[in-house]
């Protein structure tokens, strides 16, 4: 069984940055998709990146041009680089995987393997 661990949550100002690591247990297959999420109490879990292993990656509009996700195939290390950070960016971050399926989603349901978390808090 794939295990993900994500690390990288601190808290920080406005306006600063993180950079949040996903180190996967293993590598079933050379096709896959994985993806950063975030969830508040109370509310369902959101995606905030996706990529796949055909090198393409989506972001919804509220993350565009502030996050990039990124992977490193030879450390099995997935990467999300967040800049210019808000309140509203304050979450629990999750690191997600599927194997064997191609294509990018923020969609949690198209997710089959989930780290345990690494919390983000950005205080204005």
């Known amino acids: 069984e794939v295990r993900l661990v994500e690390s990288g949550g601190d808290s920080v100002q406005a306006g600063g940055s993180l950079r949040l690591s996903c180190v996967a247990s293993?590598?079933?297959?050379?096709?896959?998709?994985m993806g950063w999420f975030r969830q508040t109490p109370g509310n369902e879990r959101e995606g905030v990146a996706s990529?796949?292993?055909?090198?393409?990656?989506v972001y919804p509009d509220f993350v565009l041009g502030r996050f990039t996700i990124s992977r490193d195939n030879a450390k099995n290390s997935l990467y999300l680089q967040m800049n210019s950070l808000k309140p509203e960016d304050t979450a629990m971050y999750y690191c997600?995987?599927?194997?064997?399926?191609?294509?990018?989603?923020?969609?949690?349901?198209?997710?089959?393997?989930w780290g345990q978390g690494t919390q983000v808090t950005v205080s204005s």
């Open positions: 293993d590598y079933p297959s050379n096709i896959y998709r």
């Open positions: 990529l796949d292993s055909a090198g393409s990656t």
């Open positions: 997600a995987a599927r194997y064997g399926v191609i294509g990018t989603s923020t969609t949690p349901s198209l997710y089959t393997h």
